[in-house]
């Protein structure tokens, strides 16, 4: 949560190439060992504006892709605090821990995939959830920034505990269970 290039906006990616390929497929592969919902490249140090995602819905039905220089547009949030069970959520650049977050119920998105094609995604719930966390990365906010003034003490609290909020500090998915 200390690293500089988690606080600083991402730059767009100017061209696809093998070496874009190869992140997207690492950044697969780490959000699936870790695991999460999602992955922004800024979460394994590359400051460009990209993330993956993956999440199986209630019908069991697989939804998974990467956007590219994504866009967000999101209909107002609804006013009143977070449901704590219903919209508690976690990263994976604050692993272990979740904490209630009101967020838009539902949000398009816009963007080029892999093969340079045009993505548009308009979604709710929790895919709409998952759009907007990521793409807060890709400008340098973490869901932590955006806590109530309590839980955000809070946080502060565990981040001394555990040594986190500096830069270098880290987890590697698969090796170190922060998640469990």
Request: aromatic share 8%; charged share 30%; proline share 9%.
């Amino acid at each position: 949560m200390g690293d500089p290039v988690l606080h600083s906006p991402a730059s767009p990616v100017d061209e696809i190439t093998d070496d874009i390929r190869v992140l997207v497929a690492d950044m697969f592969e780490t959000m699936d060992i870790a695991p999460g919902v999602g992955l922004a490249a800024p979460q394994v140090g590359v400051p460009l504006r990209l993330y993956t995602y993956s999440y199986v819905d209630d019908d069991d039905q697989p939804w998974r892709g990467v956007i590219i220089n994504p866009e967000l547009w999101m209909v107002p949030l609804e006013p009143g605090e977070p449901d704590d069970e219903l919209e508690s959520e976690g990263c994976l650049s604050f692993p272990g821990e979740r904490f209630p977050l009101r967020r838009s119920e539902r949000v398009r998105v816009t963007g080029i995939d892999l093969e340079g094609a045009p993505v548009e995604i308009a979604v709710d719930g929790w895919r709409a959830r998952i759009m907007q966390h990521e793409f807060d990365h890709l400008d340098g906010i973490l869901y932590i920034d955006r806590l109530s003034d309590g839980d955000w003490k809070i946080v502060q609290k565990i981040a001394k505990k555990r040594g986190w909020g500096k830069p270098g500090a880290n987890w590697m998915p698969g090796v170190d269970d922060l998640e469990g």
